[in-house]
């Protein structure tokens, strides 16, 4: 899923020649450790941090500090890269540019905990079923047929791999376990757990 649904749009930002006490200042009004850094022409610089220039004098220059991220994403990257990047990067930010550099928000740890919890369906009622499948073709197929057949839509599948089976997570929106636990057993489809979540 494309990042732009989650992107932090309200960030602060500093000009590379403004000095640093205006940087931290702006990390207080709003509650964060970093500043994006733009150029003359409004153009992606790179991210000061407030751990690298709390020393300082507060009317030194912040170009000295400014550092161009390894990592960063453009608008139309999907939500899984940024989120392995945010954990290669090992930092509390990643910047969101556009195709002229230009920086159109953020993402911290938390909006990709949103999104991850958006495309799990979490956020949604409904019953999710844990399977063990075989992890070979064919095998979630089956599952998503008899649910399919039986008029029961499916909000979300997630997988993990296990060794040479393939846990499986499929939120459906049904309000009724028992009943999708009867299903599963007249197809001799074999089940983990099967829980009602209430959503949000």
């Known amino acids: 899923m494309n990042v732009k649904k989650w992107v932090l749009q309200h960030f602060p930002t500093v000009k590379k020649d403004e000095e640093i006490g205006n940087a931290l200042r702006k990390m207080r009004e709003?509650?964060?450790d970093y500043c994006i850094v733009l150029d003359e022409n409004d153009k992606f610089e790179g991210v000061v941090y407030k751990?690298?220039?709390r020393d300082s004098e507060l009317d030194e220059k912040i170009d000295m500090y400014?550092?161009?991220p390894d990592f960063y994403v453009v608008e139309d990257s999907?939500?899984?890269e940024a989120a392995l990047m945010l954990i290669e990067?090992?930092?509390q930010v990643l910047p969101v540019v556009n195709n002229n550099a230009e920086v159109i928000g953020v993402l911290t740890v938390q909006e990709v905990l949103e999104a991850f919890?958006?495309?799990?369906a979490m956020d949604e009622q409904g019953t999710r079923i844990i399977l063990e499948l075989e992890d070979k073709p064919g095998e979630l197929?089956?599952?998503i047929d008899v649910l399919a057949n039986n008029k029961m839509n499916i909000l979300s599948i997630l997988t993990l791999k296990d060794d040479n089976k393939r846990q499986v997570s499929i939120k459906i929106q049904c309000e009724d376990p028992e009943s999708v636990a009867n299903l599963l057993e007249i197809y001799n489809i074999k089940y983990i757990s099967i829980i009602e979540e209430e959503g949000f």
């Open 78 to 80: 999907n939500v899984e």
């Open 89 to 91: 990067n090992k930092d």
């Open 117 to 120: 919890i958006e495309l799990s």
């Open 30 to 32: 709003f509650s964060c």
């Open 51 to 53: 751990s690298s220039i």
């Open 141 to 143: 197929k089956r599952v």
């Open 66 to 68: 400014v550092t161009f």
